[in-house]
């Protein structure tokens, strides 16, 4: 998307992780391949393996510590699309905690009244009528793990795909990390479609 002397912007598949996880079958990452190209790459955020679009990556420790610093204090703006079940509200905002569940229980992640602050707010950008389900744009004030995940299963609209949360199964997770800006900079990672039948601009056509 964007390669600079101090970063780069990359579109991440779905099923791709951003770094690499633990044992040989989680080798293969997004980090690992750029890092052929550009050795001096370096993590500063993530998005989850089966979420899609925009990854920022550090070429040099002064832009790390520079983007790491603006992530932290929520100077960096994200937009993502995803599909939800049913006719969503027009817009609202998502205000609940997150944190880990306990060992052995599942989805590990989750709504907990004693875990970290969490906000989404989301703005519905139109609807699959024939097929029951909604396009929202969804933007995380805050950055806790699978938190626009588990926030729209908390409010009863699993997103499609995403079968760990509730979701419908799909071929993949409707997720897509559509917009970044922070500085003077904004990238854009259009999305034509989640699949067949699900063409973006035929929702859009019925707001």
């Known amino acids: 998307v ?3 002397r101090s970063f780069v912007v990359v579109d991440k598949d779905p099923g791709l992780l951003t770094v690499p996880g633990i044992g040989p079958e989680k080798r293969d ?12 790459a370096s993590t500063v955020h993530r998005l989850d393996r089966d979420t899609s679009g925009l990854v920022v990556f550090a070429l040099d420790k002064a832009t790390h510590r520079h983007l790491s610093a603006a992530f932290e204090e929520r100077l960096v703006r994200k937009s993502y699309l995803g599909i939800v079940p049913g006719i969503a509200p027009v817009s609202g905002t998502i205000d609940e905690p997150i944190g880990k569940a306990p060992p052995g229980v599942f989805p590990r992640i989750r709504i907990d009244p004693t875990g970290r602050p ?10 699959f009528p024939d097929r029951d389900l909604s396009v929202l744009e969804l933007r995380p004030v805050t950055g806790r793990p699978q938190q626009i995940r588990v926030h729209l299963a908390h409010m009863g609209w699993p997103l499609l795909g995403d079968t760990l949360h509730g979701g419908d199964p799909h071929h993949r997770l409707c997720l897509h990390a559509s917009r970044i800006a922070f500085d003077h900079h904004a990238f854009h990672a259009p999305l034509a479609d989640f699949g067949p039948g699900l063409l973006l601009r035929d929702a859009y056509a019925h707001p």
């Open 2 to 4: 964007h390669t600079s």
């Open 29 to 40: 990452s997004l980090i690992t391949r750029l890092t052929q190209q550009l050795p001096t």
């Open 118 to 127: 969490a906000t989404t707010r989301f703005r519905r950008l139109g609807i």
